[in-house]
Structure formats: C-alpha cells, structure tokens
C-alpha cells in the first residue's frame, strides 16, 4: 500500500513538469521532422542552389564538351589562358573556372577550381567523377579495349542469405543489414533510457536528501519502499512517455503525409539499407514485394515482448544502483567516481555493439547477452537475427535475479546513506553498509 502512494507520487510530480510537457510534445515533432524533412529539401533543392557558370580551361583538350551540365551548374569552354580566365572570375563574368593542365608523358589526373565564393562540394564531386570516366574510356580506348564491352560486363551480384530451422528445418531468408540496423536501433533506445531514467532517480534521491525531505517520509516508509516506489513509478513515467511519442509521432506523421507527395524515399530505393536498394534493382521481383519480404522476416511480435522484458530489468537493475549511489552522495558533483563505474558496464556492449550485430552468434555477442549488466544492449543487438529460446530464458532469469540480488544490496546502502550528510563517502565504506 505504501508503495502504491510513493508510486503515484513520484508519477504525479514528474508527468505534471513543464518539462516534462514540452519534451513530451516536441519530441514527435522532431522525430516527424527527420521523416519528412529530406523530402521537403529534396522537392525544393533548386530554390536552395544557385545556378552556377562554371569555366573549363583545359589545356590538354581531352574534356572539352565532355563535361555533363545539370540542372544548376553549366560548363563553358573557352581558349583562355588561367591568368586571363581568373580574371573573368574576379570581374563576375563566371562563377568559376576549372583549369585542367596539360601533360606530356600521361593523360591528365589533377585539375583545380578557382572561385571568388566557396563551391559546393557537390559540384567538385560532379566534375571528379565526370573526369574520370572520361579518363578510364581514354585508358581503355588505348589498351585495345572496347569501353561498351566493358560496360556490358558490369553485373551486380545478389547473395540471399537463407536460415534454416533447428527444428523443423524450415526455410526463411534473412536480411542481414535490415536486422542489423533494427538491432543497434533497439540498443540505442534501451541504452538511453536506462541513462535517462536511472539518472532521474539517482536526481531524485539527491534532492530529496538535499531538501531533508526524506527525514520526514523515512519516518513512517521503509527505505526499501521508498527505494522501490520511486524506481517503479518513474519507470511508469518513462513507458507513458515513450507511448505517447509513439501515438503522436505517427498521428503527425499521418497529418503530414497528407498534405505532401508521396515521395520515392519512402521506396525501396532509399528504405533502410542498401541490400534493399540492391534487391530493387534486380529484375527477378518487384520492389514493392522486396520490402513486405524483409518486413516478414522479422518477428515483430517476439522482438517487442523480448525488448519489454529487457527495458523493466535492465532499468530496474541500473536504477536500484543509480539509487543507491544518490543516497550515498549529496550533490551531483560527488557521484562521478560511483556513477562513472557504473555506467561503464552499459557503455561496453555498445562500443562493442558493431562487433555484436556482425556477428550475432559469436563467443562475444553471447556472453554479452548473458551478463546481467550488458544483457539489455547486447541482447536487443542480437534478437533481430533470431535467439534461441532457451538463450532468451537463461539472460532474462539471469538479468531479473541479479536484479532482485542488487535491490537488496542497494537497499541496505540507501538504508544507510539516505540520512547521512556532510561526509564524503567511499567505496570501502559502502561496503562495509552492505555488511551491516
């Protein structure tokens, strides 16, 4: 019972901030943004660039008219020498001047730009990859080889990675960069909510201490609950916001759409990852049944259960440590050398999350999903590929035992530490509360 009122009033105090408001109501506007944004620039990328004069001084006139114009930047050729053609440039008649010189034992490889105004980056990549080309045919020409022979040589390559069953030996193909890209999303969120909600209690507790609040509450609550009523009910403050983005963001979103074209990133073409892209182009399907193919083969059902049951334990855990340390300390200035250790055991498995991803099955990516402390983030990178269940069931009794083993541990060094002021504390001293 007493738990249920600290629980109410920890969720009541946060979800009624200001900042909790702002946050909660900005934040799907920004993730709505990141959406449509490229859209909104990519439909109005010629009112943002300038169309741009660009004069070519080639003196080894193997470029001459093979430079393609585009939509902003035109290339003129002229007989000029560079001096003369830097002049027309400071005097406004061109925007640039691209000089291409000459060599006498090898076609030419460098050229420069000369602009009274930085260019875009885009226009040097343009004229690089131009020259090229035009450079690669002139190598070609001069071997005996027929560039469109070449050409026609291109092929692209498509390897389909097909899992099998253990069990029944049922066939599923697998999209390696989808699941890839899926697992370090799923990590990222748990890793950042485990450091913004852990940190809120460890906040909460140090203000509570600060204020000598807690003498009164202490006074008729164990601190064990009011340890546990404050770790639950900003986790409660943590899902209500994360299911509010998520309605919102897709209300927006849905708002958006409407009023915007259908644009072609939202295709195959640009969805996520470039297999995807690759898979479009093949001629043996459609794009369109390419994607609703990589959307099948994840288990969205198995995923979201699994993602749950490692965001309750893997905050729980770090926040009865958060919660500890901030009864430890009084100010926010005092917890860096607790803190610090801590949160270094989280930071591991995603430094290492690339590691983990490539290769989901490894020695690396299993003992990471199997300690208690890296099990959230290594875990949510390996799920997307598929997890045996018993792995599944072997972390999650692992990560909720350790939970319960450091609930109690943290629960006698906040017994302890919530009503101690004025004295720095140490390790050795923590340790020696846990004896007690």
């Known amino acids: 019972m007493k738990i249920g009122i600290i629980i109410q009033r920890e969720y009541l105090t946060r979800v009624k901030k200001r900042s909790f408001i702002i946050i909660t109501f900005l934040a799907p506007l920004f993730f709505a943004a990141l959406m449509f944004l490229p859209v909104i620039l990519m439909e109005s990328s010629e009112k943002f660039d300038e169309k741009r ?4 001084c080639d003196e080894s006139k193997m470029f001459y008219g093979k430079l393609e114009n585009t939509e902003v930047n035109t290339f003129l050729y002229i007989d000029n020498d560079i001096d003369e053609a830097k002049e027309l440039v400071k005097n406004g008649d061109y925007d640039g001047v691209l000089y291409i ?3 006498t034992l090898s076609v030419p490889t460098n050229a420069e730009i000369y602009s009274m105004k930085q260019l875009p980056m885009s226009l040097t990549s343009h004229i690089r990859s131009s020259m090229k080309q035009v450079v690669e045919h002139q190598k070609l020409l001069a071997s005996g080889i027929d560039p469109a022979i070449v050409k026609a040589s291109a092929t692209s390559i498509n390897v389909q990675q097909i899992k099998m069953s253990e069990k029944d030996g049922t066939e599923q193909k697998s999209f390696g960069e989808f699941e890839f ?15 913004v909600f852990g940190g809120q209690v460890m906040r909460g507790v140090i203000e509570e201490k600060t204020n000598r609040i807690v003498e009164v509450i202490i006074s008729s609550v164990k601190p064990f609950e009011l340890m546990m009523g404050k770790i639950i009910g900003v986790a409660l403050v943590g899902l209500t916001q994360f299911l509010l983005w998520a309605v919102l963001t897709l209300a927006i979103s849905g708002i958006a759409s409407s009023f915007l074209p259908t644009p072609e990133v939202f295709s195959a073409g640009t969805v996520m990852s470039e297999q995807i892209t690759e898979m479009a182009e093949a001629e043996s399907s459609s794009a369109l049944t390419e994607v609703f193919e990589v959307i099948n083969s994840i288990n969205f059902k198995d995923i979201l259960w699994c993602f749950l049951l490692y965001f309750i334990g893997g905050y729980f855990l770090y926040s ?36 983990i991803a490539n290769a989901p099955d490894s020695s690396l990516a299993l003992w990471m999903s199997m300690i208690p402390f890296t099990s959230p983030v290594g875990m949510m990178l390996r799920i997307p590929f598929g997890v045996p269940i018993w792995q599944i069931a072997v972390s999650v009794t692992i990560l909720f035992a350790t939970f319960i083993l450091f609930t109690w541990f943290a629960s006698k060094v906040y017994r302890t530490g919530i009503l101690m002021y004025g004295k720095k504390v140490s390790w050795k001293e923590i340790f020696r509360w846990i004896k007690y």
Do not use: H, K, N, R
């Not at 004069?53 to 070519?56: D, E, L, P, S």
């Not at 901030?326 to 610090?340: I, K």
């Open 101 to 103: 010189p000459a060599t």
């Open 181 to 195: 890209i899926l697992g370090i999303f799923l990590a990222l969120i748990i890793y950042m909510v485990i450091f």
């Open 53 to 56: 004069t660009i004069a070519v």
């Open 320 to 355: 009865a440590m958060f919660a500890a340390v901030g009864s430890a300390v009084d100010s926010e200035t005092d917890t860096q050398q607790f803190a610090t250790p801590i949160s270094l055991m989280l930071i591991i498995p995603m430094i290492c999350s690339s590691l």
